[in-house]
Nanobody
């Protein structure tokens, strides 16, 4: 199995940018599809973006298309989420997740999760 640790969250003004990182350990990172989900207070966890094992294919939630970019570096056992043009509605705890083998937008399909990192966007 794989262990995941997120970092890079923080407080940013609307219109700003943040880059989240997800460090993986354990089983070979390149075996896993990786995704980012987020959960705002009082709301269900929602899909943000996912990337396949090789980094060839991505899938984005409509709300973040054109603003968020997912990437991965399998040699470094790491994944990344570049978030630009942030909005107050993006405020949430962001989670890195992994599964084998294919992309999915459903949180229940991902057995491996990090602890989350808080992103707060002020207006």
């Amino acid at each position: 199995q794989v262990q995941l640790v997120e970092s890079g969250g923080g407080l940013v003004q609307a219109g700003g940018s943040l880059r989240l990182s997800c460090a993986a350990s354990g089983r070979t990172f390149s075996d896993y599809t990786m995704a980012w989900f987020r959960q705002a207070p009082g709301k269900e966890r929602e899909f943000v973006v996912a990337i396949d094992r090789r980094g060839d294919t991505t899938d984005h939630a409509t709300a973040v298309k054109g603003r968020f970019t997912i990437s991965r570096d399998n040699a470094k056992n790491s994944g990344y989420l570049q978030m630009n043009s942030l909005k107050p509605d993006d405020t949430a705890v962001y989670y890195c997740a992994a599964r084998i083998p294919r992309l999915s937008t459903y949180a229940t399909h991902y057995p491996y999760w990090g602890q989350g990192t808080q992103v707060t966007v002020s207006s």
